[in-house]
Nanobody, 125 residues
């Protein structure tokens, strides 16, 4: 059973930084991709950043490009999201997600099978 646990959320002022961590366990095979999603009240869950386990290719939503960085430590089964220059509109519950299927992209919340419980990020102006 795949298990994902996020940590690192909190409350910061605009312009501040936070680093989210996601610890993965229970893999029976190699994961294909992992992603960070967020969901604000009344809004749909959206992908923020994603990374492929092989090759470290990364992708970002336009709203966070240049401010957020996704990274991974495969030896520790950890994925991170470093968030800088935070804005009030970044306020949301942030979720770690993963997929082990070959060809998966971790870009569509409706298709990603494994999720963490979420960690809240609140940015005040």
């Amino acid at each position: 059973q795949v298990h994902l646990v996020e940590s690192g959320g909190g409350s910061v002022q605009a312009g501040g930084s936070l680093k989210l961590s996601c610890e993965a366990s229970g893999w029976t095979g190699r994961r294909n991709c992992m992603g960070w999603f967020r969901q604000a009240p009344g809004k749909e869950r959206e992908v923020v950043a994603r990374i492929y386990s092989a090759g470290d290719s990364t992708f970002y939503d336009d709203s966070v490009k240049g401010r957020f960085t996704i990274s991974q430590d495969n030896a520790k089964n950890m994925v991170y999201l470093e968030m800088n220059s935070l804005k009030p509109e970044d306020t949301a519950m942030y979720y770690c997600a993963a997929d082990v299927r070959s060809g998966s992209t971790c870009s569509d919340s409706r298709k990603v099978p494994y999720w963490g419980q979420g960690t809240q990020v609140t940015v005040s102006s």
